[in-house]
């Protein structure tokens, strides 16, 4: 069964073409790229984006509300990133337009239990052992690293408690994540597979909500 990607997932919740768009966090620019194939007037910002009349190498802090505002603002795996949680959201929200949306693909680092952290260490040792990466270290290291390398990242609970005060929830739903840690589409399935068991927790959400107007 193929895996629904963030485009999928952001075609179900956008207004039609020509809308503006305003990704921010664009990295290559795959997405801002192929919503621009489909007609909407969008625009990828990344300190590192790539050159092209569809991108600002501008962070979100830096970029000036004008009268054209955007329809809807789209974040994949950037917003817990951002220093300044609470001033990233207000400028969000002041380039949005009324009914404006913001559609978000993230992770939680810190819903990882121990059962979900167990499973991701034997599944970079069997790569390891297939000659695809280096081996992890002991699994009690692995999970200290694992802890150490998001250090002050924003954990899932302060993101959603941020957004849900800016924004009246559309779509929730919870989405596998390690496997872009692993690589491959079949890694992708079996996540799924054993988030659908209950065996570990799905890291991943998506998410789309309305811009809440100051008198709300």
């Known amino acids: 069964m193929a895996q629904s990607t963030f485009l999928d997932f952001a075609r179900e919740q956008l207004p039609p073409p020509p809308a503006r768009l305003l990704e921010v966090g664009c990295g290559h620019g795959e997405l801002t790229t192929a919503l621009a194939v489909e007609g909407y007037d969008v625009l990828g910002i990344d300190p590192q984006a790539p050159q092209g009349d569809l991108f600002r190498r501008i962070r979100l802090e830096d970029i000036e509300p004008d009268e054209a505002l955007f329809d809807a603002v789209l974040a994949s795996h950037s917003l817990h990133h951002i220093r300044d949680l609470d001033q990233a959201l207000d400028r969000i929200v002041s380039l949005l337009g009324p009914g404006g949306l913001l559609v978000l693909d993230e992770h939680g680092w810190d819903l990882a239990d121990e059962a979900t952290l167990d499973w991701l260490w034997n599944q ?7 000659g695809h ?84």
């Open 133 to 216: 990466g280096e081996l992890p270290a002991s699994l009690d290291a692995f999970r200290e690293e694992w802890e150490a390398e998001h250090l002050g990242l924003h954990r899932s609970e302060t993101m959603r408690n941020e957004v849900d005060a800016r924004f009246e929830e559309r779509v929730f739903t919870r989405t596998p994540f390690l496997y872009r840690l692993l690589g491959g589409v079949a890694t992708e399935v079996l996540e799924q597979a054993l988030i659908d068991a209950e065996a570990i927790q799905a890291l991943g959400f998506r998410y789309a909500g309305v811009a809440r107007r100051p008198e709300e």
């Open 124 to 130: 970079q040792r069997a790569l390891a052992s297939a």
